[in-house]
């Protein structure tokens, strides 16, 4: 028994749903899914922690802070250090129930 070799789903909607405490690698995430076809994100604004940073000591005891990526997403929307805003602006708690009438009117159920 092998392993598929193409197991590529492109066909079925997408739902994010995000809000303040979605950040750095959830927003790497969040970054992946913009701007594809059939994928709507829900909620708030994201933390906006979007670069990659390292941290480097000093001789002297202090840090330094270098950023050496930031996200961007595929249509060239540099993100670096904003918060990401959602497709559609909805309350946290709202978010779930705003994405399910969204899959709904996409055919899922």
Same mark, same amino acid.
């Given at each position: !028994? $092998?392993?598929?070799?193409?197991?590529? *789903? =492109?066909?079925?909607? +997408?739902?994010?749903?995000?809000? $303040?405490?979605?950040?750095?690698? $959830?927003? @790497?995430?969040? =970054?992946?899914? /913009? &701007? %594809?076809?059939? #994928?709507?994100?829900?909620?708030?604004?994201? @933390?906006?922690?979007?670069?990659?940073?390292?941290? !480097?000591? %000093?001789?002297? &005891?202090?840090? +330094?802070? %270098?950023? $050496?990526?930031?996200?961007?997403? /595929?249509?060239?929307?540099?993100?670096?250090?904003?918060? *990401?805003?959602?497709?559609?602006? #909805?309350?946290? =708690?709202?978010?779930?129930?705003? @994405? /399910?009438?969204? %899959?709904?009117?996409?055919?899922?159920?």
């Amino acid at each position: !028994m $092998g392993v598929e070799t193409d197991l590529t *789903i =492109t066909d079925q909607p +997408i739902a994010v749903l995000q809000d $303040g405490e979605t950040a750095s690698s $959830g927003e @790497a995430v969040l =970054t992946v899914f /913009r &701007g %594809l076809e059939n #994928v709507a994100s829900f909620g708030t604004e994201s @933390a906006g922690y979007t670069s990659a940073n390292s941290v !480097m000591p %000093l001789d002297d &005891g202090a840090q +330094i802070v %270098l950023t $050496g990526a930031v996200y961007v997403d /595929r249509t060239g929307v540099n993100l670096d250090e904003q918060p *990401i805003q959602p497709d559609h602006l #909805v309350s946290a =708690t709202e978010a779930a129930d705003e @994405a /399910r009438a969204w %899959l709904a009117g996409q055919g899922c159920s």
